[in-house]
Structure formats: structure tokens, C-alpha cells
């Protein structure tokens, strides 16, 4: 599938995004770190048949501007949200949040709960993870340095999402309230042959904690993938959202 994709202009630069579908609920993916729209190419057909499917690439990512501020939670999702009132994409919400986008869909869910009415966490981030880098080996722990170090010698890159990761967290932690919505959790079967078993566990284990952010959750585990099912098993990744929106309409209809 080829994706369309425009640009609007927001008050901070020019964000590329794609809107397809024509339906309810509407649906927002949120992109893993530095992930492209073309990553959901597998799922977008599917869910844009029955719902409206807004997709977008963040400031840094392929034809997006580059960042000028710091990316933290909290500026990402103002500004998510400042693109979709800009194309008309109302809410409420469902929001699907791949590996860090799952962070901010979390965070947009406590900053702004009247507007989100189910989440997807796919393979996602939890607070927690920050302290599996305890866990890392000398090797593992000696590379993301060096990487952070170049980061930081290009004036965009000293602004990207990853360098804010645990700021991102604290905002998440500075607000207790999470609505109380449908939650679903995708988590890979397959094992990381480059994760160390602790590091395995403790991850599955931060997984599941997610499922107690709500009264209505569910786990489900996409056993033929690792850390991308949209790419691996994106029929999986459909029917979860699809039993997401019926969740949804059950809550709407009450």
C-alpha cells in the first residue's frame, strides 16, 4: 500500500500525515520512536474501511520539519493535538500507541481524558522501562552512549524524542488520573535473542501492569512477532483494535 501523505503547517513547522477512512471512531496512530507513517501500511486498509485513520510523522521523521524545542510527552501531544483540530480530526479518540508512542497516548489520556475513549498500548513503553537500562550489559550500556554523544553534536538531533524519554515519564507520573476507558495490551511472543532474559520478564511483566490502568483491559499476545506485530501479524493488530471499538460502542451505547 502507498500511502498519501500532506503536509499542514502547525505553529511549531510543518508535520506530513495521513488521513484515511471515513467512519467512527476516530482513530489516531502514534508512531514509535523516529517510526514512520509507513510503518501501519499493513493496518490502515482494514481499519479505515469501518473508521476514520489519522497517521503522522513527527517533527525529525522523513519529510516532517525538524524539531526546534525540546520533544518531551508533554509538547508532543500539545502539539498532536493542535494538528488534528487544524485537519478536523474531532474527538473523542482511539489511540494507538506503538513501543514510545505508547507513552504518549498514555500521557494525552491523563492530560486530556474527555477526549480519549480507548487505547491500544502495541509492544508499548511503560514508565518503568527506563530501569531496564539496570539490567543492560557494559556493551549495550557503552553504545547508547556513544550514540546520545553524536546526538548531541547535531543541533536538530539534540532536540529528539529519545533524549526525553525520562522527562516524558515524570510528566506521566505528575498525573494520577487515567480515565476509565477500554485498554488493550499487544505484547510479541517471540524473544529478543539481544535481551537479556531479566530485561524479558521485567518488560512483560511492565506490559501487564498496563492492563491495571483500567477496569475494562485486555492482553493479548501476537505470538509469531517481536517488537513490530503491526508488521508481523497485522491481522492481529486489527481485530484488537476492532474489539477496542466494539468495547467502545458497548460504553457509548450504555
Given at each position: 500500500?502507498?500511502?498519501?501523505?500532506?503536509?499542514?503547517?502547525?505553529?511549531?513547522?510543518?508535520?506530513q500525515?495521513?488521513?484515511?477512512?471515513?467512519?467512527?471512531?476516530?482513530?489516531?496512530?502514534?508512531?514509535?520512536?523516529?517510526?514512520?507513517?509507513?510503518?501501519?501500511?499493513?493496518?490502515?486498509?482494514?481499519?479505515?474501511?469501518?473508521?476514520?485513520?489519522?497517521?503522522?510523522?513527527?517533527?525529525?521523521?522523513t519529510?516532517?520539519?525538524?524539531?526546534?524545542?525540546?520533544q518531551?510527552?508533554?509538547?508532543?501531544?500539545?502539539?498532536l493535538?493542535?494538528?488534528?483540530t487544524?485537519?478536523g480530526?474531532?474527538?473523542p479518540?482511539?489511540?494507538?500507541?506503538?513501543?514510545?508512542?505508547?507513552?504518549?497516548?498514555?500521557?494525552?489520556?491523563?492530560l486530556?481524558?474527555n477526549?480519549?475513549?480507548?487505547?491500544?498500548?502495541?509492544?508499548?513503553s511503560?514508565?518503568k522501562?527506563?530501569?531496564?537500562?539496570e539490567?543492560?550489559?557494559?556493551?549495550?550500556k557503552?553504545?547508547?552512549?556513544?550514540?546520545?554523544?553524536?546526538?548531541?553534536?547535531?543541533?536538530?538531533?539534540?532536540?529528539?524524542?529519545?533524549?526525553?524519554?525520562k522527562?516524558?515519564?515524570?510528566?506521566i507520573?505528575?498525573?494520577?488520573s487515567?480515565?476509565?476507558?477500554?485498554?488493550?495490551?499487544?505484547?510479541?511472543?517471540?524473544?529478543?535473542?539481544?535481551?537479556p532474559?531479566k530485561?524479558?520478564?521485567?518488560?512483560?511483566?511492565?506490559?501487564?501492569e498496563?492492563?491495571?490502568?483500567?477496569r475494562?483491559?485486555?492482553h493479548?499476545?501476537?505470538?509469531?512477532?517481536?517488537?513490530?506485530p503491526?508488521?508481523s501479524?497485522?491481522?492481529?493488530?486489527?481485530?484488537t483494535?476492532?474489539d477496542?471499538?466494539?468495547?467502545?460502542?458497548?460504553?457509548t451505547d450504555?
Amino acid at each position: 500500500m502507498k500511502v498519501d501523505k500532506h503536509k499542514m503547517k502547525t505553529s511549531k513547522g510543518k508535520l506530513q500525515y495521513n488521513i484515511s477512512g471515513n467512519g467512527k471512531p476516530n482513530i489516531v496512530l502514534i508512531n514509535g520512536g523516529s517510526g514512520p507513517i509507513e510503518g501501519w501500511m499493513k493496518i490502515i486498509p482494514e481499519i479505515s474501511e469501518s473508521s476514520s485513520v489519522f497517521s503522522y510523522n513527527r517533527f525529525g521523521v522523513t519529510g516532517s520539519d525538524k524539531p526546534k524545542e525540546s520533544q518531551d510527552g508533554i509538547t508532543i501531544v500539545r502539539t498532536l493535538r493542535e494538528a488534528l483540530t487544524i485537519v478536523g480530526f474531532v474527538p473523542p479518540f482511539l489511540l494507538v500507541g506503538h513501543s514510545l508512542g505508547g507513552l504518549y497516548a498514555n500521557l494525552y489520556a491523563r492530560l486530556y481524558p474527555n477526549e480519549v475513549e480507548g487505547i491500544v498500548f502495541l509492544e508499548s513503553s511503560h514508565p518503568k522501562d527506563l530501569s531496564l537500562n539496570e539490567y543492560q550489559g557494559k556493551t549495550v550500556k557503552a553504545i547508547n552512549m556513544v550514540f546520545k554523544m553524536f546526538d548531541s553534536l547535531s543541533s536538530h538531533k539534540q532536540f529528539n524524542e529519545v533524549n526525553f524519554v525520562k522527562e516524558t515519564v515524570n510528566q506521566i507520573h505528575q498525573m494520577d488520573s487515567f480515565p476509565e476507558i477500554p485498554v488493550y495490551v499487544i505484547t510479541g511472543g517471540q524473544e529478543n535473542r539481544m535481551m537479556p532474559e531479566k530485561v524479558r520478564k521485567k518488560r512483560l511483566d511492565n506490559q501487564l501492569e498496563l492492563l491495571s490502568l483500567s477496569r475494562n483491559s485486555k492482553h493479548i499476545v501476537a505470538e509469531k512477532s517481536g517488537h513490530f506485530p503491526q508488521l508481523s501479524e497485522p491481522t492481529v493488530v486489527i481485530d484488537t483494535i476492532k474489539d477496542c471499538v466494539k468495547q467502545i460502542n458497548k460504553t457509548t451505547d450504555i
